[in-house]
């Protein structure tokens, strides 16, 4: 098991208060390197956030990010700070402007997988849209599975319009979303997957989304290690790059 201190905090909002009613961690593994980007604000009685995974090596995608997180951080605090809101219907509408972000930040299409929630504090319900198909984990009394809903990633299109699903929290409930990084880490022809998130979900022994997001970013970090024996450790190959690995986590206290 690796460290806690090579799990470097995301770039959570210094304006991000203490949340009452729901517990939301993100964490990235190490040093990134691709398109994956986690950002949070809260707003009203509302904390909305975002996980994406564009693209490009992070050089690359670097303004798209930083234009992306622009228009979401500037976007959120003007739709969400009412206190009553039809959150399905701004959350489309905020989906819609920042995929025309993505797109114009890149000069062109590009591909972003992007998971959009808006968490309501008081009622604990999420309104979310997941384009592109990162899978949400979801546990609650009647028991584990992957939240449905799946519609176009972001950054292909201009003219996408996107509608929202909705997933009550009871007090315990959790949910883990993961991008590829997780998924796809490998070992021989195996891959990590969902099961193995799932059985993180499932397993870990307390309602503590930290801990649920660290134990998935070392499992999976531990999982795409190469054996002692693999061609992979010797000295004179060249090292694959190493995909992103970011987990965010929300749990609603009992």
């Not at 208060?17 to 950002?39: E, H, I, N, S």
């Not at 997180?69 to 959120?76: A, K, L, M, N, P």
């Not at 590009?110 to 998971?115: H, M, Y």
């Not at 193995?196 to 503590?208: C, F, G, H, K, Q």
Request: overall charge negative; glycine content about 8%; charged content about 20%.
């Amino acid at each position: 098991m690796q460290n806690n201190s090579q799990l470097t905090r995301t770039d959570l909002p210094s304006t991000l208060p203490p949340l009452v009613g729901l517990d939301l961690q993100a964490r990235y593994y190490a040093t990134r390197t691709g398109g994956d980007f986690f950002d949070a604000v809260a707003a009203g009685p509302h904390v909305v956030f975002l996980l994406t995974d564009i693209a490009g090596i992070r050089d690359q995608v670097h303004t798209v990010i930083s234009a992306t997180q622009d228009t979401f951080r500037r976007r959120v605090q003007e739709l969400f700070s009412h206190e009553v809101i039809n959150m399905m219907d701004t959350l489309g509408i905020l989906a819609h402007e920042i995929n025309q972000t993505i797109y114009e930040a890149a000069g062109g299409s590009r591909l972003a997988p992007t998971f959009l929630g808006c968490f309501h504090l008081p009622l604990g319900v999420l309104a979310y849209i997941n384009s592109g198909g990162q899978p949400a984990i979801f546990r609650d009394s009647d028991g584990t599975r992957v939240l449905g809903h799946v519609t176009m990633p972001l950054g292909l299109f201009t003219h996408l319009t996107f509608e929202p699903a909705i997933q009550a929290f009871e007090p315990g409930a959790r949910m883990l979303l993961v991008t590829k990084g997780i998924l796809e880490a490998q070992r021989g022809r195996e891959q990590f997957g969902v099961k193995r998130a799932t059985a993180v979900l499932e397993n870990i022994p307390n309602d503590s989304a930290l801990d649920l997001c660290v134990v998935t970013l070392e499992d999976a970090n531990e999982f795409r290690k190469p054996p002692w024996y693999s061609p992979e450790r010797l000295p004179f190959v060249k090292p694959k790059r190493i995909e992103d690995l970011t987990a965010v986590a929300l749990v609603r206290p009992r």
